[in-house]
C-alpha cells in the first residue's frame, strides 16, 4: 500500500532548532488526490481525517473553568516564552523522578508538574495501594463507590507529589473483547463508561490531582499501536494503526464518554498513539481542534501518549499542548518541541497566542484542582527504582540524593478497595442454593489462580506475568501491591474461624491429587481460574497486550471440568480482564455457582469471601456480553498488519457487545447488565413524566478573538535563546527550551521551507487568531457540549422490592429504543444501585432521559438531533430482562 504522502515526513529531521515541518500536514489536498487515484486501482479509498483550524483557545467564561483561568492569566502573564515551552514539553524519558515531567518555572516557583501511572493507584513505588480495575469498579453500577475509589486515587497520588494521575481510561471503550487494556478501561457502552469516567475524575480532582481521560481515541487493540513495539514483535509495519471510524460512530460510541469526562471538568486528556482515519491522534485536528475543544469545549490540556508526538508545528496546530515524556523517542535527547517550539514561535511559524494557550490550559488545570504555586507536594517517589539513594535524572545518572522517602499514602484505602472488589463482583449463577455458603463442613478449593506467585505479588515487573492469583491485570496501568489477599489466604482463615475443613491445591496441573480430594464425600470445591491481558509492550504466553483468544488460561477449563465431574457442587470463580467462553461447562448441574471476580486489587482474597459466604449480597452486574464463541461478537483486533499502516475499519459502527447480539438476534451466555443476588426483586409501576423544556437551540455566532495573555515582545534575536552555559549545567539527553545554536539558516533547521512565507505551507486558518464561528453542538460556557443536551426531557421512576429472603442492593437499569433502522434494539441510558432493600420493601428508581440520550447524530447538521421514530423507554434488571416498558409521547 501507498503511504498517505503528507505523513511520511512525519519522523521530521531535527537539529535542535525549528522543524516547521510542513510536509506532514493533513490539508494537502494535490497529494491526497494522487494517493487516492493511486489507491483507487487497489481498492477502496482509505479513510481521512478532515482538517479543522484554527485550534480553539481557552474560554475565560467557562464553566467551572472561571476563577482558574483568572488565576492562569495572572500567571502565564509573568512568564518567559522559554518558560512557557517549559510548561509544554517534557524532560525527556527518565529525565526526572516521575514517569513524565515538564520543566520547572523556578524563577516564579512552580516546581516540575508530575504525571504519574496509573489508573488503579500510584504505579511504579511502594506504600501505595492497588485498587480494582476500572472494569471491575464499573460492574458495581455504583456511582458513590466510583466517586470514592477516585476520590482515594487521588489522595494517594497527591501524597506522593504527583499533579497529573493518568487515568481513568474511556480508550479503549472495549470494540473488542480481546482488546487488551479493556479492563483499565469501563464498559463497551458509553453510558456506563460516561458515568464511570465523570465520577473517578471527580473523585481525583478533588483531591487536588489533575485527572488525565485518555486514550484519545479509537485506542481499541494493542497490535500496531506503536511502530517500534510492532517491529519488535516481527511486524512488517512502518505507521500506527488507522482506526477508522466514521462521524457517527464517533459521536455515538467513542466520543460520548469524552464528553462526560469533559463536563466533569477533566484538567487534560491524553491523545493515542494510533491515528483515526489516518491521521495520527496527537495532531490531529479534526479530533484535538474540532471535537474536542471546539464542540466539546474541553479547556483543559492535550497531552501525548508516550512517544506518540510525530511532529512540532504541525501537532501545535492541530491542537496538543503538550509533548510526553518529551523527547522524540526515549532518549533521543532530540524532541519536536522544547528548542523547536521556542524557535518556532521567534521565527513566526507559530503564533505566540497558541503557545499562550497551551500555557494557560496547564497553568488553568492545576489551579483548577485546587494547587497554589509553591505549596505542591514535593515529588517523593521515583518510578526507576526503589532505592532509597540515586541519581535524580536517571537516564543521565546524576544528581546524586535521596529519591526515594517511602512514603505511606495508603491511609485505610484497603477497606474501600475490599468492599469495591466484592461490590463489583457478578454472581452468574448459582443453583441449589450453593451460595452463600454457611459453614461448610469442608472446603476445597483448586486452581493456580487460588494462590500466589511464587515470586511475590509484585515478582512481575508491572506484573507482567500470569503466575498464581490474577487480582491485577499487566502494563502501565498497574501499581506495585503493598500486599495481596490470596483467596486461598482468606478462605483458609475463615474456614477455620467456621471450624470447616479445608484444604487447597494451588495448581491447575495435578489430576491425581486433585482427583482424589474433590472425590470425597460432602466436599464443597470451589475452582479459581483466570485469563489475563495487558499494554502491548509485555508479551505473556504469546499475548501481545490483547488475547489471543477468550479462553480460560493455563487449561482452566478442563481443570473445571474434572473437578465437576467428581463434585456435585462445584462453585467457579473467573478472574478476568473480560469475557471468557463458558460453554463447556457452565450448564453442567455439578457447576452450581459460577462468579466473575474482574480484577480485584490488593484485597481479592477478603472480597470473595464476602461474597461466598454473604457479608456482601452480589448485586453487580456484568459490564460486558458473555458470547458462546469469539465469532458471536461481530468484531475482533487486528492481529496481522493488512498494510504497513495497518487500517481498522470499525465497520460495525455502534453494533459493539450487547447491541451486536441483540441486532443479530443471538441468545448470550451472560448478557450486559446481567447478575444475580441472595434474593429476588420484583420491578413495578413504572412511571415517565414529561418536562417541559424550550426547544433545542444550536450554538451559533462568534468566540472572543484569541486573547493576548502576556505582552512580553519576545526577543528575535537568536542569541538570546541560546543555553545559558555560565548558569546551568547541561544534563545529558535532557529536554531544554533553549537553542543549541544562533543561525537560523536553512542547513540548521532542516526545514525544507525555510524562508517561504508560512502560509504558503501552513493549513488555511491555522495561524488565524481572529473571533471563530462556534459549532452547533458547542456551548459558550459549558463544557461537554451544546447545553442543551443535557436537558432534562423525561424523569423516570419504577418501584423494585425485594421478593427474596435477605436484605440485598439492586440494580434497575434504564434502557431506550430510539427506534431508527440503523438504530440498535437498546441502549443503556441510566441506572442506579438501590442499596440494602430488606425483604419487602419498595425501593424507588429514578433516572432522567437528558436530550442527548435521545438523539442521534445528524452528520449532514453536525449536531444532534431526536429523530421522528417512536421511542421506547425500559426498566429491568439486565439489558435482556426489561419486564416494563413505555412508549414516550
Ligand atoms: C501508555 C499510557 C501511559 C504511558 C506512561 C504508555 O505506553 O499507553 O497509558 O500513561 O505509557 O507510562
Known amino acids: 500500500m501507498i503511504e498517505p504522502i503528507w505523513l511520511l515526513a512525519a519522523a521530521a529531521t531535527l537539529s535542535g532548532v525549528a522543524n516547521a515541518n510542513p510536509a506532514q500536514f493533513e490539508h494537502r489536498a494535490d497529494k491526497l488526490e494522487a494517493h487516492l487515484q493511486q489507491r483507487g486501482d487497489a481498492g477502496a479509498p482509505e479513510a481521512v481525517s478532515p482538517p479543522h483550524y484554527p485550534s480553539p483557545w481557552m474560554n475565560p467564561n467557562a464553566d467551572g473553568w472561571e476563577a482558574a483561568y483568572i488565576q492562569a492569566k495572572q500567571f502565564v502573564s509573568q512568564m518567559t516564552l522559554m518558560e512557557k515551552v517549559n510548561l509544554t514539553t517534557g524532560v525527556g524519558w527518565e529525565g526526572e523522578q516521575c514517569v513524565g515531567q515538564v520543566g520547572a518555572v523556578p524563577r516564579l516557583g512552580l516546581t516540575s508538574m508530575c504525571m504519574q501511572d496509573s489508573p488503579v493507584g500510584v504505579r511504579d513505588t511502594d506504600f501505595n495501594s492497588v485498587f480494582t480495575s476500572g472494569q471491575t469498579a464499573a460492574a458495581t453500577f455504583d456511582r458513590a463507590l466510583l466517586y470514592a475509589r477516585g476520590l482515594a486515587m487521588g489522595q494517594e497520588h497527591r501524597g506522593k507529589g504527583v499533579t ?17 487494556r479493556n479492563w483499565e478501561g469501563f464498559a463497551p457502552d458509553p453510558v456506563l463508561t460516561g458515568i464511570s469516567i465523570a465520577e473517578t475524575i471527580r473523585g481525583i480532582q478533588d483531591a487536588g490531582v489533575i485527572a488525565c481521560a485518555k486514550h484519545f481515541i479509537g485506542n481499541e487493540q494493542e497490535h500496531f499501536r506503536q511502530v517500534g513495539e510492532a517491529q519488535g514483535y516481527g511486524y512488517n509495519i512502518t505507521q500506527t494503526l488507522s482506526s477508522n471510524i466514521d462521524d457517527k460512530t464517533m459521536h455515538e460510541m467513542y466520543l460520548w464518554p469524552f464528553a462526560d469526562a469533559i463536563r466533569a471538568g477533566v484538567g487534560s486528556v491524553m491523545c493515542s498513539y494510533n491515528q483515526i482515519n489516518n491521521s495520527y491522534a496527537c495532531q490531529n485536528s479534526k479530533m484535538l481542534n474540532n471535537l474536542l475543544k471546539g464542540e466539546l469545549g474541553f479547556q483543559g490540556f492535550v497531552m501525548t501518549d508516550w512517544q506518540a508526538h510525530q511532529s512540532g508545528v504541525s501537532s501545535a496546530l492541530a491542537g496538543l499542548d503538550m509533548s510526553m515524556p518529551g523527547d522524540t523517542v526515549f532518549n533521543s535527547g532530540l524532541s519536536y518541541w522544547g528548542p523547536n517550539l521556542t524557535l518556532a514561535v521567534v521565527n513566526g511559524t507559530l503564533p505566540e497566542w497558541r ?94 489462580d487460588a494462590g500466589s506467585n511464587p515470586d511475590g505479588p509484585n515478582g512481575c515487573s508491572d506484573r507482567g506475568c500470569d503466575n498464581g492469583t490474577l487480582a491485577m491485570a499487566w502494563g502501565s496501568g498497574s501499581a506495585n501491591f503493598p500486599y495481596m489477599v490470596t483467596p486461598d489466604a482468606a478462605l483458609q482463615a475463615k474456614a477455620i474461624s467456621d471450624g470447616t475443613v479445608y484444604q487447597s491445591i494451588l495448581a491447575n496441573n495435578r489430576p491425581d491429587t486433585t482427583e482424589a480430594l474433590v472425590s470425597q464425600d460432602g466436599v464443597t470445591a470451589i475452582v479459581f481460574v483466570n485469563a489475563d491481558s495487558g499494554e502491548g509492550y509485555i508479551n505473556v504466553a504469546g499475548n501481545e497486550g490483547d488475547r489471543l483468544n477468550l479462553t480460560i488460561w493455563h487449561e482452566g477449563d478442563q481443570l473445571i471440568k474434572n473437578v465437576s465431574s467428581l463434585c456435585n457442587n462445584t462453585i467457579v470463580v473467573i478472574h478476568s480482564t473480560g469475557p471468557v467462553i463458558v460453554d463447556e461447562w457452565y450448564d453442567s448441574p455439578n457447576v452450581t455457582a459460577i462468579l466473575w471476580a474482574g480484577i480485584p486489587g490488593q484485597e481479592s482474597g477478603n472480597s470473595i469471601v464476602d461474597v461466598l459466604y454473604g457479608a456482601v449480597n452480589p448485586a453487580a452486574r456484568t459490564p460486558f456480553t458473555w458470547g458462546s464463541s469469539r465469532e458471536s461478537y461481530g468484531t475482533d483486533v487486528l492481529y496481522e498488519p493488512n498494510s504497513q499502516t495497518p487500517q481498522l475499519d470499525f465497520t460495525e459502527g455502534v453494533f459493539i457487545d450487547y447491541r451486536h447480539f441483540d441486532k443479530t438476534n443471538q441468545t448470550p451466555r451472560y448478557e450486559f447488565g446481567y447478575g444475580l443476588s441472595y434474593t429476588t426483586f420484583s420491578y413495578a409501576n413504572l412511571n415517565v413524566q414529561k418536562v417541559p423544556v424550550a426547544p433545542y437551540t444550536p450554538n451559533e455566532g462568534y468566540t472572543e478573538p ?69 459549532l452547533p453542538a458547542s456551548d459558550k460556557i459549558s463544557p461537554g457540549g451544546n447545553a442543551a443536551l443535557y436537558d432534562i426531557l423525561y424523569t423516570i421512576t419504577a418501584d423494585v422490592t425485594n421478593t427474596g429472603p435477605v436484605t440485598g442492593d439492586e440494580v434497575p437499569q434504564l434502557y431506550v429504543s430510539l427506534g431508527g433502522p440503523d438504530d440498535p434494539p437498546v441502549v443503556l441510558r441510566g441506572f442506579d444501585r438501590i442499596h440494602d432493600l430488606a425483604p419487602g420493601q419498595t425501593g424507588v428508581f429514578s433516572a432522567v432521559l437528558t436530550r442527548r440520550d435521545l438523539s442521534n447524530w445528524d452528520t449532514v447538521k453536525q449536531d444532534w438531533v431526536i429523530s421522528n421514530y417512536t421511542k421506547t423507554v425500559y426498566v429491568g434488571s439486565s439489558s435482556r430482562k426489561l419486564s416494563l416498558k413505555q412508549t414516550l409521547a
Not at 487515568?167 to 471503550?173: E, I, R, S, Y
Not at 505549596?375 to 545518572?397: E, K, M, R
Not at 545529558?732 to 512565507?757: C, R
Request: a negative charge.
Open 164 to 180: 497529573v494521575q493518568l487515568g481513568p481510561v474511556a480508550g479503549p471503550l472495549g470494540r473488542a473483547p480481546e482488546g487488551g
Open 706 to 774: 484569541a486573547p493576548t495573555i502576556s505582552t512580553t515582545n519576545a526577543s528575535t534575536n537568536l542569541a538570546d535563546y541560546l543555553f545559558p552555559n555560565s548558569t546551568l549545567s547541561h544534563v545529558w539527553q535532557y529536554i531544554y527550551p533553549y537553542l543549541n545554536t544562533s543561525s537560523s539558516g536553512k542547513e540548521a533547521s532542516g526545514d525544507l521551507h525555510y524562508g517561504e512565507p508560512a502560509d504558503k505551507y501552513l493549513p488555511p486558518n491555522a495561524t488565524d487568531g481572529s473571533a471563530q464561528p462556534y
Open 355 to 448: 503557545l499562550d494557550d497551551m500555557a494557560m490550559r496547564i497553568m488553568a488545570a492545576f489551579f483548577k484542582v485546587g494547587n497554589t504555586v509553591g505549596s505542591q507536594v514535593p515529588i517523593n517517589f521515583d518510578s526507576w527504582t526503589l532505592d532509597t539513594y540515586g541519581p535524580v535524572h536517571f537516564a543521565a545518572g546524576v544528581g546524586h540524593q535521596q529519591i526515594n522517602h517511602h512514603v505511606d499514602v495508603r491511609a485505610d484505602h484497603g477497606t474501600l478497595i475490599r468492599e469495591i472488589a466484592a461490590k463489583g463482583t457478578v454472581l452468574l449463577k448459582n443453583t441449589n442454593n450453593a451460595l452463600p455458603l454457611n459453614k461448610p463442613k469442608f472446603l476445597v478449593v483448586v486452581g493456580d
